[in-house]
């Protein structure tokens, strides 16, 4: 099943974020590699696509997991909440239906 997994940043917490980034675009990469990823990518305060200048305020995961307690396990995983990026993660189960 499809879960989304939702981080959200807490302030002030981009370069300690691109810090640790390798490590969590490393796990996002293994998820894509067997199949599982379909999307992640960074949450802005804008659309200017300036990430650096509009900040990033968090990220966005689609990915396939076995269960909801699988789900979980790699998003409390993440670098990004091991390092204080993150102050808070929600993981939610998803059926796509559109396209």
């Not at 300036?50 to 990033?56: A, I």
Request: glycine share 8%; aromatic share 8%; net charge negative.
């Amino acid at each position: 099943m499809l879960y989304v997994i939702t981080g959200v940043d807490l302030p002030d917490s981009f370069e300690l974020r691109m810090q640790h980034r390798p490590a969590h675009l490393a796990r996002l990469q293994a998820l894509l590699s067997v199949g599982r990823l379909t999307l992640a990518g960074p949450l802005s305060t804008t659309d200017d696509g300036d990430l650096r200048q509009s900040g990033v305020v968090g990220s966005l995961i689609v990915a396939e997991f076995a269960s909801l307690a699988d789900a979980s396990a790699w998003a409390h995983a993440d670098p990004f909440l091991a390092h204080g990026i993150y102050r808070e993660v929600k993981i939610q189960p998803f059926r796509k239906v559109l396209p």
